[in-house]
C-alpha cells in the first residue's frame, strides 16, 4: 500500500511539473499575401517557461526548410525546399526570412518550437500563404459612349490586367454597387507559361433617369486582390440634352413680320393714292385750260 502511494505522488509530481513547465507559442506570423520578388518575415514566438530550448523548425507543406538549434555552430541549418530561398544571414530562432519569394512559394508553414529533457515537450503552429503576382496594368473599361440618353442601352467591360491569382472586380453606378441583375460574368482568361489570369466584367441595363446625377452619369469599375492590391478606373458620360423647339419665340417673329408686312402695304397703299389723286387734277387742270382757249378763239 505504501509503494502505492509512493508510485501516485512521483505520477503527481510529473504532471504537475508538465502543467507548471509547458513551453507556449505566442505569435505565429505568416502573411497571407504576399508579392512575387519580394521578401517576407515569419515569425515564431514563444515562451520556454523555465524550459531550456532544443530546437525551431519550419515546415512548408510538411517538408522542413529551415532548422534552428542553439548548441550547434552553427545553429541555423537549410534544406533545400522548392520555393523556398532563405536568407540564412538574418535567420534567428525566432525569424525566418524568404527572400525572393516566387508563386511555387505559396503553401502552409509550419513553425514546430521543442524543449530539451527531460520533458521533450514540443508545440507548433502553421498559417497559409499565397504569393500574388499583381497585374501588369490597371483596370480598363470598353465599350462606352461619351453621351446617352433615357432608354438607351449600356453595355460596357471592365477588364483587368493579368496577375495570379485572378483580380475581383466590382462595378459602381454613381458610386453605388451595381446590382447582380445588371452584371455580365466571364471566365478568366489563361495565358503565358506561369499561366497569369485576366478578369474581364461586364455591365448591361438601360438608361433610367435616376442614373444620372446633375447630367452625368459616372461608371466605375474596382480591382482588388485582398489587402495588396487596389486600383479603380472611372468614367464619366453626358446625358443628351433634348433642344426645345423656339415655337413661342418664332410665333412672335412671323406676327411682328406680318405687322410689319401690313403697315408697309398700307404705307405703299397711301403713297400710290396720293400720286393717283395729283395726277387726276393735273389732267383736270389741263382740260379746264384748253376749254377757256377754245372758247377764247370762237370768240
Not at 78 to 99: K, M
Not at 103 to 120: D, H, I, M, N, T
Not at 270 to 284: F, Q
Request: charged fraction near 25%; proline fraction near 6%.
Amino acid at each position: 500500500m505504501r509503494k502505492m502511494w509512493c508510485w501516485l505522488a512521483v505520477l503527481h509530481l510529473f504532471i504537475l511539473y508538465d502543467f507548471v513547465l509547458c513551453i507556449t507559442l505566442t505569435e505565429v506570423r505568416v502573411p497571407k499575401h504576399t508579392i512575387r520578388g519580394h521578401a517576407v518575415k515569419l515569425e515564431c514566438h514563444y515562451d520556454m517557461e523555465g524550459e531550456a530550448l532544443y530546437s525551431v523548425k519550419w515546415y512548408k507543406d510538411g517538408r522542413e526548410f529551415y532548422r534552428y538549434v542553439p548548441r550547434d555552430d552553427p545553429p541555423g541549418s537549410v534544406f533545400p525546399t522548392p520555393g523556398i530561398a532563405v536568407d540564412l544571414a538574418n535567420a534567428t530562432s525566432e525569424q525566418v526570412i524568404l527572400d525572393p519569394l516566387d508563386l511555387s512559394s505559396s503553401g502552409k508553414y509550419r513553425c514546430e518550437v521543442s524543449a530539451e529533457a527531460p520533458s521533450f515537450q514540443t508545440v507548433s503552429d502553421h498559417g497559409d500563404m499565397m504569393v500574388v503576382v499583381l497585374p501588369d496594368q490597371d483596370p480598363y473599361i470598353t465599350g462606352g459612349k461619351p453621351r446617352y440618353q433615357i432608354g438607351d442601352p449600356v453595355r460596357v467591360n471592365c477588364t483587368s490586367g493579368r496577375s495570379k491569382p485572378a483580380v475581383h472586380l466590382t462595378w459602381y453606378i454613381n458610386g453605388d454597387p451595381a446590382d447582380k441583375s445588371l452584371l455580365k460574368h466571364y471566365e478568366p482568361r489563361i495565358s503565358g507559361v506561369d499561366r497569369l489570369e485576366t478578369s474581364i466584367l461586364g455591365l448591361e441595363f438601360r438608361v433610367k433617369p435616376k442614373h444620372f446625377k446633375h447630367g452625368d452619369m459616372k461608371l466605375k469599375c474596382l480591382a482588388t486582390i485582398s489587402t495588396v492590391y487596389w486600383k479603380s478606373n472611372e468614367e464619366s458620360v453626358e446625358g443628351e440634352k433634348l433642344q426645345k423647339a423656339p415655337t413661342l419665340e418664332s410665333r412672335r417673329a412671323v406676327s411682328a413680320d406680318s405687322r410689319a408686312d401690313r403697315v408697309q402695304a398700307a404705307s405703299s397703299s397711301g403713297r400710290t393714292g396720293e400720286r393717283g389723286d395729283r395726277l387726276s387734277a393735273s389732267k383736270l387742270a389741263i382740260y379746264v385750260f384748253s376749254l377757256l382757249a377754245s372758247y377764247r378763239y370762237t370768240s
